[in-house]
């Protein structure tokens, strides 16, 4: 399984910022996508999960500006920021889950601006 993410870079506070992550190869057994994230200094903090079925799970405060969602046919899971602000600075991950393993991305930098 390969995950990519793309779509940072840099937004000025206030703005909106949509981060992608491509899920492929062999797929089979996939039951959820997540997002995450880690900041300079400090642990990797959950953001956003979607199942197979839809279902979707956000970290604490995560659901007032962020929205997880998917596109089935590109196998491609989005997640919304709106409203960013200077503390929503890190990297974004992305990670594929299934029962035996989790696979994860290399990340993509976002970077609000004051």
């Known amino acids: 399984v390969q995950v990519a993410e793309s779509g940072g870079g840099l937004v000025q506070a206030g703005g909106s910022l949509r981060v992608s992550c491509v899920v492929s190869g062999n797929t089979n057994g996939i039951h959820s996508v997540g997002w995450y994230r880690q900041a300079p200094g400090k642990p990797r903090q959950f953001i956003a999960r979607i199942t197979n079925f839809g279902n979707k799970q956000y970290g604490e405060s995560m659901k007032e500006r962020f929205s997880i969602s998917r596109d089935d046919a590109s196998n491609t899971v989005n997640l919304q920021m709106n409203n960013l602000k200077p503390e929503d600075t890190a990297v974004y991950y992305c990670?594929?889950?299934?029962?035996?393993?989790?696979?994860w991305g290399r990340g993509t930098q976002v970077t609000v601006s004051t």
């Open positions: 990670n594929a889950e299934s029962r035996i393993k989790t696979s």
